[in-house]
C-alpha cells in the first residue's frame, strides 16, 4: 500500500533550526512535496524532490534519498510565522500527490 | 499570472441538503484539478481528480460527485449531504500530474 509518516508535532524556538521528518511506502515514486498550512488558510508549496539530495530555498531546504524512502523539510532562523502544519506528498504510481497527517511547528519565543 | 478562485468560504448546510461548490482557474489552459477534503487536524484527502473537460476521476467512494463542463471550472456536488461531509474543502490545480499543487483558499463545510 500507499502511506506516509511523519512527527505530529514538533517545537522549537525562534532562531533555531528544525527538522521534519517524513517517511513513505510507495510501488511507485515519482517525487516528494512539501506544502505549508496556516490554522484556516490553504496549503502553499514550499519544496519539491524529484532526485536524491538537498534542494534549497532561503531559509527552507528539503532532503530526499529514494533508497531510504525518506526525506526531510529544514526550517532554520526560525521566525514565529514560521508556526502552522507542514505536509509531505509523495507522487506515486497513479502520480497523484498523497499527503501525510501533517506536522504542527510551534515556534516558541 | 494564474489565480485559483473557490467559494464560498463557508457554508452551513443541513443533513440531506445539496451541494455545489465551484472553483474556477485563470491564467493558464487545461490544468489539472483536483478536489481534496480535511477534516479538521488531519491531512488532505484526495476526492476527485480531473485532467480534461469531462474527464473525472474519483478516488473514494462516497455520496459526493464532480464534473467540468469547461476548461477552466471544476464543481463539486452531492444530492444529499450527510453529517460526515463536514470539513474543509479544497480545490487545487497544477500544470501537470505530478507537479506541484496550488490550492484555492478552501470552503469550510459545515452539515448540521
Known amino acids: 500500500g500507499q502511506s506516509l509518516e511523519q512527527p505530529s508535532e514538533v517545537t522549537a524556538v525562534e532562531g533555531a533550526i528544525v527538522q521534519i521528518n517524513c517517511t513513505y511506502q510507495?510501488?511507485?515514486?515519482?517525487?516528494l512535496s512539501w506544502y505549508q498550512q496556516h490554522d484556516g488558510g490553504a496549503p502553499t508549496f514550499l519544496s519539491y524532490?524529484?532526485?536524491?539530495g538537498l534542494e534549497e530555498t532561503g531559509r527552507f531546504s528539503s532532503f530526499l534519498s529514494r533508497s531510504d524512502s525518506y526525506g526531510y523539510l529544514l526550517l532554520q532562523e526560525l521566525q514565529m510565522k514560521d508556526s502552522a502544519s507542514y505536509f509531505c506528498?509523495?507522487?506515486?504510481?497513479?502520480?497523484?500527490?498523497?499527503f501525510g497527517s501533517g506536522t504542527q511547528l510551534t515556534v516558541l519565543p | 499570472s494564474q489565480t485559483i478562485h473557490q467559494w464560498p468560504a463557508t457554508l452551513v448546510q443541513p443533513v440531506g441538503s445539496p451541494l455545489s461548490l465551484e472553483c474556477t482557474v485563470e491564467?493558464?489552459?487545461?490544468?489539472?484539478l483536483y478536489w481534496y477534503r480535511q477534516a479538521a487536524g488531519r491531512g488532505l484527502q484526495l476526492l476527485f481528480y480531473?485532467?480534461?473537460?469531462?474527464?473525472i476521476s474519483s478516488e473514494v467512494p462516497q455520496n459526493l460527485s464532480a464534473s467540468r463542463p469547461q476548461d477552466r471550472q471544476f464543481i463539486l456536488s452531492s444530492k444529499k449531504l450527510l453529517l460526515s461531509d463536514s470539513g474543509f474543502y479544497l480545490c487545487a490545480w497544477s500544470p501537470g500530474v505530478g507537479s506541484p499543487l496550488h490550492f484555492g483558499n478552501g470552503t469550510r463545510l459545515t452539515v448540521t
Open positions: 510507495t510501488s511507485g515514486f515519482y517525487g
Open positions: 524532490n524529484a532526485l536524491d
Open positions: 480531473s485532467v480534461g473537460i469531462g474527464q
Open positions: 491564467g493558464t489552459s487545461n490544468p489539472n
Open positions: 506528498a509523495f507522487s506515486g504510481s497513479a502520480r497523484q500527490l498523497t
